[in-house]
């Protein structure tokens, strides 16, 4: 049996796994046919340490590439499935913090609530935008916290994308644990001080691309990102990744300069996008430009 086999036999399905899988299934069907379809993954797994979790390893990532990304999709006409960490940045809703909201409401003569002029023209784009976005029914969130609520719902979406739509696009932003606790080789309650300092060992993560692109959803176009924090490792790992699981697209970031540049490399050619200055002065977010680009390799590979 494969590494990634024995994986999902030792970690169970997530809460409410069924009742995602039927809203994936009535996604992917609705739209198949009508609008291109994009799975995008956005922000960070944890590792839980305990069974009972009280505990987990996290790491950076708020979402932020993803949510973004998406906004960028569905002005390009795609419908999307955000498979996000919950409490991760979310698309339009990222644009107004709570303090903002409250501090832009005020009571009406009706003794309801409404807001206050000055804000209206913030405010009213991005809602107008999200109103017709979720009339279209052209998005659906999922949500998942540990890696492994992720690798199930990665699977299941990539699993009914292959079935119902297999033009769709894979945009795999989220930042996925490379390590783990299996199940059977963690603590089943809070893990005590009393005991002592604690030593973890934590096993490696199969390399799930690899079924994803060969058996999961062999005709759907992926594109991976891949992060680095010397620059010197970039390329050679983003290529490394594309030769290794031959799918279509890595982009490859730096933690440092992940929002204004990033290399998006083929199997002929690879592309810097870079923000310049000013773009970055008039806050120009570079998940426009990735979008467009990787939009155009997909239409040419539809
Ligand atoms: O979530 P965020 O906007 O802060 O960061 C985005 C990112 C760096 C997690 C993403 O661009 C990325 O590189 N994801 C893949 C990470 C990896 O190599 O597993």
Redesign the pocket.
């Known amino acids: 049996m494969e590494e990634w086999e024995q994986y999902f036999l030792r970690n169970p399905a997530p809460q409410g796994f069924n009742a995602s899988c039927d809203q994936l299934k009535k996604f992917c069907g609705q739209h198949a046919g009508h609008h291109p379809i994009a799975l995008v993954t ?3 797994t944890t590792v839980p340490l305990e069974r009972n979790t009280v505990r987990f390893v996290d790491n ?7 949510a973004a990304s998406t906004e960028y999709f569905l002005a390009q006409g795609y419908a999307v499935i955000f498979l996000h960490r919950e409490k991760s940045v979310v698309p339009f809703f990222r644009h107004l913090n709570p303090s903002f909201l409250l501090n832009s409401l005020q009571e009406n003569s009706e003794g309801g609530l409404q807001l206050l002029p000055q804000h209206s023209s913030q405010v009213y784009p991005i809602w107008k935008n999200y109103q017709r976005i979720m009339s279209e029914e052209r998005l659906l969130f999922l949500t998942f916290t540990s890696l492994s609520d992720y690798l199930w719902l990665l699977r299941a979406t990539t699993q009914y994308l292959q079935q119902l739509a297999p033009s769709s696009l894979l945009y ?5 644990s490379d390590f783990y606790i299996p199940q059977d080789q963690m603590a089943e309650h809070k893990i005590q001080s009393a005991s002592g300092p604690l030593t973890v060992t934590l096993q490696l993560v199969p390399k799930m691309l690899s079924p994803l692109v060969s058996l999961w959803g062999p005709d759907l176009f992926v594109a ?4 680095e924090t010397d620059s010197e490792k970039l390329i050679e790992k983003a290529t490394g990744a594309l030769k290794r699981y031959k799918h279509k697209l890595v ?1 490859g ?1 730096l ?1 440092q300069t ?1 929002r204004t540049e990033v290399t998006l490399v083929a199997e002929e050619q690879s592309h810097v996008v870079k923000l310049t200055q000013l773009q970055q002065q008039e806050g120009v977010e570079i998940e426009k430009f990735i979008v467009e680009e990787v939009c155009g390799c997909h239409k040419k590979f539809t």
């Not at 950076?60 to 993803?66: E, I, K, P, W, Y």
């Not at 795999?172 to 996925?176: F, G, M, P, T, Y």
């Open positions: 956005s922000g960070g950076f990532s708020a979402g932020t590439r993803g795999l932003a989220a930042a996925v991976s990102f891949k992060l982009i970031n933690l992940r």
